[in-house]
């Protein structure tokens, strides 16, 4: 049987469960999630391989309009993300309006075969599913909708045979190994990251990066088996009152947020850890285009 292969895009407006979804698709907990609008800050691969087909999902930022770079960068990776796709899954939450057509025009004018999916019907009766059905149906037409809840793994095996059904046959871009693009170092940041998301307030949050700074590994280095992962990694804000919110009293919160995050890290990486974190302050650096650079967010 010929290999099939692609890239299909996952794309949406903030919140609506792309990350959820992408990890369900994987199998894997490859992409950060938080109740919080902006946790996705980049292109994210999840890859999924079987002996005759691989196929190439990314996660994206939600789609916003741009208040400053950091934010041109994460729609930089959404615009990237939609040139090479072979698909695209343009997710939807059950309960959300569209009455600005700035988004849609983004998506849809590129003649990529395009699926709806209608997330979240966990949280609605099937009379308001069926009159978004009818509601996606009038309004773009695409090749297909879905009505599925990714929270809870919902209608998504049908999905995946319908992708597999446009992909093109091609041959593997990845090695069939690979389960995603990115490395260990950018994973256990996002995971510091997403505690910090779930930890704090207001613009915290989107104030903050997260940069490993150190990542070695006994068994490596040392040759010691059964040897820890010693991590270090700095945590960046944009201004004292916010390094001290996030020390917190005698150190607290970052404390928690350190633990929390450790426990993430071991089992990702399947390995003990030993993590220490710094806060740095790096004035207004998400408007400052050689700090957005040196974090990986090229424009
Ligand atoms: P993203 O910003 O589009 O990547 O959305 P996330 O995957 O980060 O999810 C945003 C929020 O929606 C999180 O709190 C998820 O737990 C929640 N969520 C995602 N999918 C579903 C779903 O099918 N049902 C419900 N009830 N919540 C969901
Ligand atoms: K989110
Ligand atoms: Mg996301």
Same mark, same amino acid.
């Given at each position: ?8 895009? !996952? ?20 992409? @950060? ?23 190439? #999902? /990314?996660?994206?930022?939600? !789609?916003?309009?741009?208040?400053? /770079?950091?934010? &041109?960068?994460?729609?930089? +990776? ?59 149906? &009038? ?5 297909? !909708? ?25 041959? %593997? ?22 505690? *910090? #998301? ?6 915290? %949050? ?7 700074? /150190?990542?070695?590994? &006994? ?8 040897? *820890?992962?010693? @991590? /270090? ?31 993430? !890290? ?7 850890? +030993?993590?220490?974190? #710094? ?21």
């Amino acid at each position: 049987m010929a290999h099939k292969a692609g890239f299909v895009s !996952i794309i949406g407006k903030p919140n609506v469960g792309k990350s959820t979804l992408m990890n369900v698709l994987v199998g894997e907990r490859l992409s @950060i999630i938080t109740p919080k609008a902006q946790t996705t800050r980049h292109r994210i691969l999840g890859i999924v391989n079987e002996e005759d087909f691989q196929i190439v #999902f /990314s996660d994206t930022p939600g !789609i916003i309009k741009p208040k400053y /770079s950091l934010q &041109e960068s994460m729609m930089s +990776f959404v615009n990237g993300s939609l040139t090479d796709a072979d698909v695209l899954l343009f997710v939807t939450d059950i309960h959300e309006q569209y009455d600005e057509e700035d988004v849609l025009e983004k998506v849809l004018n590129r003649n990529i075969p395009t699926i709806v999916l209608i997330n979240k019907i966990d949280t609605a009766d099937q009379a308001q599913v069926e009159e978004k059905i009818t509601y996606w149906q &009038e309004k773009i037409n695409p090749l297909a !909708i879905y009505a599925i809840s990714a929270l809870h793994k919902h209608n998504v095996d049908g999905l995946l045979d319908k992708v597999l059904e446009i992909l093109p046959e091609h041959p %593997p871009y990845y090695d069939k190994e690979d389960l995603t693009d990115r490395s260990e170092r950018f994973f256990v940041s996002e995971m510091i990251r997403e505690k *910090i #998301f779930t930890n704090y307030q207001k613009e915290i %949050p989107y104030s903050t990066e997260v940069i490993i700074k /150190s990542f070695k590994d &006994e068994e490596e280095t040392l040759g010691k088996k059964g040897g *820890i992962i010693r @991590i /270090s990694a700095e945590i960046i804000v944009e201004r004292d009152s916010q390094k001290n919110i996030l020390i917190g009293k005698a150190g607290s919160m970052l404390k928690k947020v350190g633990t929390e995050a450790r426990l993430e !890290i071991e089992k990702f990486l399947e390995r003990k850890v +030993f993590l220490e974190m #710094f806060v740095k302050v790096i004035p207004d650096w998400r408007s400052k285009k050689n700090y957005l650079k040196s974090f990986g967010y090229e424009n």
